[in-house]
């Protein structure tokens, strides 16, 4: 087995696939940053021919982190493989990801190939790759559902054609743990050329069974795991990154091995995916949940005070949660603030951290101590935020069982006036989005619309998510305050903002 595993994050390219996860190119380009801290070998940054934005991140990823190989991912046809090599032009560490699916289903009613035309496409895909970048990996797409001695085949070829990693996926999370290790065994024994390359795996969670598959895969002899912070990606997801490293870590007696991972910033690189992506840890997920260190029962909490690997098998500090937490209110300085922010793992410029702190001090009068979440929640928004165009001043709503809906607005634009408007809608959300509509000029159609209460208590700050149409693009905007319909005007402000920040002949109303 292999001393070292290779962890390839694949949270800005599988992880973005999940539905609802669209993240903007300062946003990948930040998580890229805090996956270098936490020091992963691989980072696929994107599918660079799939759009302009996916390619432009890819580039910037290529262009502004150093010390970790940047992937991107093509399939195995020449204009993909150029546009992920053009991407790459200024990675320190490139690597081009090509894929072919090789399944009997793939090959019959997706790509309608024999059997042969996908190993010459292989081959081809691997070659072109190399004229650019000398570290090519290649991807047996749905290669748990191939047959075993036609993938020894695809894989023995794309070795001799220069593949320094063969990737196997259970594309479709169909594969069970004993399958999937003896299919990696079968390569073991049966590729000639075998020892030329790393074999990675990469595991979705259709069935449960990502991480459990891809241990199993480890134990087999597989040298790279393909993963995702939180498990996020396509349908149900991918093997999460926190709980493969941590198993490993954990059972060292097991699995004999290790990753280069540094732990302790497994909490801050989850809680920034979540927040920047939108998409929720569950609290009772291993590793970064919630609850994943909480203690309730009595007996329990008996056991941790008297020893506590009684019932806990993982350290708290060694995936990065602080055990005491300083609690912050309105009598909390700068100093104190700054410092939080730090240990959270998050970097602010100057001007965000100004904003951030006077959204702070704006809560902190309103709610008796501030928790991480809301400084989590607080820094979220300021990093989303659009600044400048629209300000919410103030605002009034009026309803109840026999009243009209009614909501009033005031905004302060740009140039510093400010422009009032009145209206009546089916409820107060409604109204105070066409209030903001009147205000802006710019009319969006609500598509999704959340609520989430960042911590516990009645003075818990809440948290509005919601996605807006625009002439048939689709904008998120979020935003937190201790009062609900505040929180939902600046959210629809936020994605309002982006809107306008976008449209290039975009005039502020008179
Ligand atoms: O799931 C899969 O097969 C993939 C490949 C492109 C590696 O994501
Ligand atoms: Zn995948």
Do not use: W
Request: proline share 2%; aromatic share 4%.
């Amino acid at each position: 087995m292999a001393d070292n595993i290779i962890i390839f994050d694949t949270t800005l390219r599988d992880g973005e696939q999940s539905p609802g996860a669209g993240l903007d190119i300062n946003e990948k380009v930040q998580i890229a940053r805090q996956l270098t801290l936490l020091n992963v070998d691989v980072i696929e940054a994107g599918f660079p021919v799939s759009s302009p934005g996916d390619f432009e991140s890819v580039r910037r990823i290529a262009q502004e982190i150093r010390g970790v190989s940047v992937a991107g991912l093509a399939r195995a046809v020449e204009k993909d493989v150029d546009s992920a090599a053009k991407a790459l032009e200024k990675a320190e560490r490139p690597r081009i990801h090509v894929f072919l699916a090789t399944s009997e289903i793939h090959r019959k009613y997706k790509l309608l190939k024999a059997k042969e035309e996908i190993i010459n496409l292989a081959v081809k895909g691997v070659k072109h790759a190399l004229k650019y970048v000398s570290d090519v990996e290649f991807s047996t797409e749905d290669a748990s559902r191939t047959e075993l001695d036609f993938l020894i085949q695809v894989v023995e070829a794309v070795i001799d054609a220069g593949a320094k990693t063969v990737n196997i996926p259970d594309t479709v999370g169909y594969a069970i743990p004993d399958q999937y290790a003896s299919i990696i065994r079968g390569l073991k024994e049966n590729v000639k050329n075998i020892h030329k390359a790393v074999i990675s795996v990469h595991c979705h969670n259709d069935l449960g069974l990502a991480v459990a598959n891809s241990l199993a895969a480890v134990k087999a002899g597989a040298q790279q795991v393909e993963c995702t912070i939180n498990g996020i990606g396509e349908r149900a997801g991918n093997a999460a990154l926190e709980e493969i490293v941590m198993s490993i870590k954990t059972r060292h007696d097991f699995y004999h091995c290790s990753t280069r991972v540094v732990t302790k910033e497994l909490i801050a690189t989850s809680r920034l995916v979540s927040a920047l992506t939108g998409l929720r840890v569950q609290r009772n997920k291993a590793i970064v949940g919630e609850n994943a260190f909480a203690h309730q029962s009595g007996v329990h909490q008996d056991g941790i005070l008297k020893e506590r690997t009684t019932y806990e098998i993982v350290k708290p500090e060694d995936v990065g949660l602080q055990k005491t937490k300083l609690v912050l209110g309105k009598l909390s300085g700068r100093h104190a603030f700054k410092e939080r922010i730090k240990e959270l793992g998050y970097e602010l410029s100057e001007k965000e951290f100004e904003r951030a702190f006077e959204e702070f001090k704006h809560i902190a009068d309103k709610k008796k101590e501030i928790f991480d979440e809301d400084i989590e929640a607080i820094i979220g928004i300021e990093k989303m935020e659009i600044p400048g165009i629209f300000q919410l001043e103030s605002l009034s709503i009026t309803c109840g069982p026999n009243a009209v809906p009614t909501a009033g607005v005031r905004l302060r634009l740009q140039d510093d006036r400010v422009v009032d408007n009145v209206t009546t809608g089916d409820g107060p959300i409604d109204a105070l989005f066409k209030a903001i509509d009147l205000s802006t000029g710019i009319s969006g159609k609500l598509q999704d619309y959340n609520i989430h209460a960042v911590t516990s208590g009645k003075d818990a700050m809440g948290e509005v998510d919601l996605n807006i149409d625009v002439d048939g693009k689709i904008i998120r905007g979020r935003a937190v305050s201790t009062d609900i319909i505040e929180a939902s005007a600046k959210a629809y402000l936020n994605a309002i903002n982006k809107v306008a920040a976008s449209k290039l002949n975009y005039t502020l109303p008179h």
